[in-house]
Nanobody
């Protein structure tokens, strides 16, 4: 398993932006993703990036969020724009053989969108 450490969460007003980062302990050779879980809700996949570089997004964030990675820095990113209160959740970085069945999870970072 790879060790993952997220950063970049915080409090932002509606319409604002945040960029989450996920530092991986080794080379980013896995499929990676960002999941989130809001209070009282199921954990959901927000954005994924396959080993081949194909991205996929939840319908609720398409056009607002962008997943990317910097292989040289072993870091995964999630750029979040036009944030909405419903984006409030703990965001988790993941890695695995596929985006939909991750083997490794970060500790999570809180994102709160509120005025």
């Amino acid at each position: 398993q790879v060790q993952l450490v997220e950063s970049g969460g915080g409090l932002v007003q509606p319409g604002g932006s945040l960029r989450l980062s996920c530092a991986a302990s080794g080379s980013i050779i896995y499929a990676m993703g960002w999941y989130r879980q809001a209070p009282g809700k199921r954990r959901e996949l927000v954005a994924g990036l396959t080993r081949g570089g194909i991205t996929n997004y939840a319908d609720s964030v398409k056009g607002r969020f962008t997943i990317s990675r910097d292989a040289a820095k072993n870091t995964l990113y999630l750029q979040m724009n036009s944030l909405k209160p419903e984006d409030t959740a703990i965001y988790y970085c993941t890695a695995g053989m596929t985006v939909f069945s991750p083997d490794s999870w970060g500790q999570g970072t809180q994102v709160t969108v509120s005025s």
